[in-house]
């Protein structure tokens, strides 16, 4: 799990919310940086970090939705949530087609701010976990002999020993062998934790 502080980045051209906002979030121990620019923020933010966006809809030069779709056309995965002094219903619509993760009325309700920020740091601390359990089962894939790995995709058929000898062209007792190993490099004990793994890597089932 990342020991990075969550990072909440504030953009608005008021000033005044700006401060109010930073403050609040500050005293709830977030790492707050603010900025009055929608362009001051692309260009300082660090999409590495943990973190949120909290973006004011109405401002110049670039406005909220813009900003939002700025961040995603550069490939930053940085959650969204939305203030706005007005809003319409047409314009949370658009926010959250494009993944806005939430949208709140100034003034903003500081729980309602802290419950939105508290539920993408939630989703983002198991979406983090996500990521590091198939990083680790890749990892133990990348392990595997040519042969290995053959094996292993007929293992999760089904097949047992004979049988996959026969498909390859060997002996059981080889297969065993390979299958041994197989199971081992990949840390599991049972055909089914193997076929759970290969589902969630993508992994297809042989079809010899």
């Known amino acids: 799990m990342s020991t990075a502080p969550f990072t909440i980045y504030l953009v608005d051209d008021d000033a005044g919310v700006l401060k109010a906002l930073a403050r609040l979030l500050a005293a709830h121990?977030?790492?707050?940086?603010?900025?009055?620019?929608?362009?001051?923020?692309?260009?300082?933010h660090d999409p590495t970090l943990p973190g949120c966006a909290v973006l004011d809809v109405a401002m110049p030069d670039l406005d909220?939705?813009?900003l939002q779709q700025a961040l995603a056309e550069g490939g930053a995965g940085l959650p969204v949530i939305f203030v706005t002094g007005r809003g319409d219903i047409p314009t949370s619509v658009r926010a959250m087609k494009a993944g806005a993760a939430d949208f709140l009325t100034k003034p903003v309700k500081e729980?309602?701010?802290?419950?939105?920020?508290?539920?993408?740091?939630?989703?983002?601390?198991?979406?983090?976990?996500?990521?590091?359990?198939?990083?680790?089962?890749r990892s133990r894939l990348a392990t595997l002999t040519p042969r290995e790995h053959e094996v292993l995709t007929h293992v999760i058929t089904g097949r047992l020993n004979k049988q996959i000898a026969f498909d390859l062209g060997t002996v059981e007792k080889t297969i065993k062998v390979h299958r041994g190993r197989m199971m081992e490099k990949m840390g599991v004990r049972s055909v089914a934790e193997l076929v759970r793994m290969a589902e969630r890597v993508g992994i297809r089932p042989s079809t010899a």
Not at 29 to 44: E, H, I, N, W
């Open 29 to 44: 121990g977030y790492d707050v940086r603010a900025f009055t620019s929608a362009r001051d923020f692309l260009g300082a």
């Open 111 to 137: 729980e309602d701010l802290l419950d939105a920020i508290s539920r993408i740091r939630e989703r983002e601390a198991l979406q983090h976990h996500e990521r590091q359990e198939l990083q680790a089962i």
């Open 64 to 66: 909220g939705l813009q």
